[in-house]
Nanobody, 120 residues
């Protein structure tokens, strides 16, 4: 079993910053990719950023230059540093982790999400 837990959400004013954390735990052999998604009320879930093979990062265009995804391999933790936040980025942010368990079985696990609210 693999568990994924996000934290770090909260209320911030427009232009402010937050750092989200995503921790994966359990019988993990390796983590291949970690994705941050967000879902605003009434909208589809959107891929925000990803880190693949520990070093290849990608961002959706709207967050480039403001968000940074980084991984702490020793702690199976990924951070999403979000700067210059905008009210329209208010959403629940989810972490999705993909890898292999100690049994070599593939896992694809979502966290429960963390709420980010950006006030204008």
């Amino acid at each position: 079993q693999v568990q994924v837990v996000e934290s770090g959400g909260g209320l911030v004013q427009a232009g402010g910053s937050l750092r989200l954390s995503c921790i994966a735990s359990g019988s993990i052999f390796s983590i291949n990719a970690i994705y941050w998604y967000r879902q605003a009320p009434g909208k589809q879930r959107e891929l925000v950023a990803s880190i693949i093979s520990g070093c290849i990062t990608n961002y959706t265009d709207s967050v480039k230059g403001r968000f940074t995804i980084a991984r702490d391999n020793a702690r199976n933790t990924v951070y999403l540093q979000m700067n210059s936040l905008k009210p329209e980025e208010t959403a629940v942010y989810y972490c999705n982790t993909v890898g292999k368990m100690a049994t070599m079985q593939r896992f694809d696990t979502w966290g429960q999400g963390t709420q980010v609210t950006v006030s204008s």
